[in-house]
């Protein structure tokens, strides 16, 4: 069984970083794809990134130049470098694997950027 679970959210100040992790287990991530998506209340989730099997990376426009993906795959781990936060990236942050059998979802990490 796949479980994903997210950590490292918290309250920083616009500019700060943070990075958040995810662990995964029950599969592994190099043979999925991964991706870091965001909801705020009353809006869809979107993409923030993703990461293929083969460590192709996208962004999301919004955050280009400031956020990074990894992965350590002996650690089952993803993890996404926020750097020069805004307050607009304040948000419930999901990791989400992507297998052929599904995506599987973490249960979210809050991230609060105060202006």
């Known amino acids: 069984q796949v479980h994903v679970v997210e950590s490292g959210g918290g309250l920083v100040q616009a500019g700060g970083t943070l990075r958040l992790s995810c662990t995964v287990s029950g599969s592994y991530i190099s043979d999925n794809a991964m991706g870091w998506h965001r909801q705020v209340p009353g809006k869809q989730r979107e993409l923030v990134a993703s990461m293929s099997r083969g460590g192709l990376t996208i962004y999301a426009d919004s955050v280009k130049g400031r956020f990074t993906i990894s992965r350590d795959s002996a650690k089952g781990t993803v993890y996404l470098q926020m750097n020069s936060l805004k307050p607009e990236d304040t948000a419930v942050y999901y990791c989400?694997?992507?297998?052929?059998?599904?995506?599987?979802w973490g249960q979210g990490t809050q991230v609060t950027v105060s202006s």
């Open positions: 989400a694997l992507d297998s052929r059998a599904g995506r599987y």
